[in-house]
């Protein structure tokens, strides 16, 4: 069974720093991708970052590029993501999520197991 716990959520003000941490258990595969997505009340679920457990290629979304940066702990494996500069519109619910096979680096859609997310609220 795979599984996939968020945490580090939390609430802080604007221009603040948060960290977010992802353990991943329940498999064996070589090859994956595995990243950050985020959801707002009302919003589609969109890509924030991601990195492939290959070579260590990361990607991000433009509205957190320069203030974000995702890192992997292959070992466990566990990935984190460091959000800095933080702003009110980066308030969402962020999941963990892996994906095995064929991998678009930001699409939900390819993305086979997901967390059950953490709660980031920031204040203005």
């Known amino acids: 069974e795979v599984q996939l716990v968020e945490s580090g959520g939390g609430l802080v003000k604007a221009g603040g720093s948060l960290r977010l941490s992802c353990a991943a258990s329940g498999f064996t595969f070589d090859e994956y991708a595995i990243g950050w997505f985020r959801q707002a009340p009302g919003k589609a679920r969109e890509g924030v970052s991601s990195?492939?457990?290959?070579?260590?290629?990361?990607y991000y979304a433009d509205s957190v590029k320069g203030r974000f940066t995702i890192s992997s702990e292959n070992a466990k494996p566990t990935v984190h993501l460091q959000m800095n500069s933080l702003k009110p519109e980066d308030t969402a619910v962020y999941y963990c999520?892996?994906?095995?096979?064929?991998?678009?680096?930001?699409?939900?859609?390819?993305?086979?197991?997901w967390g059950q997310g953490t709660q980031v609220t920031v204040s203005s």
């Open positions: 999520a892996i994906s095995i096979g064929t991998m678009t680096p930001l699409s939900p859609r390819n993305y086979d197991y």
């Open positions: 990195i492939m457990s290959m070579d260590g290629t990361t």
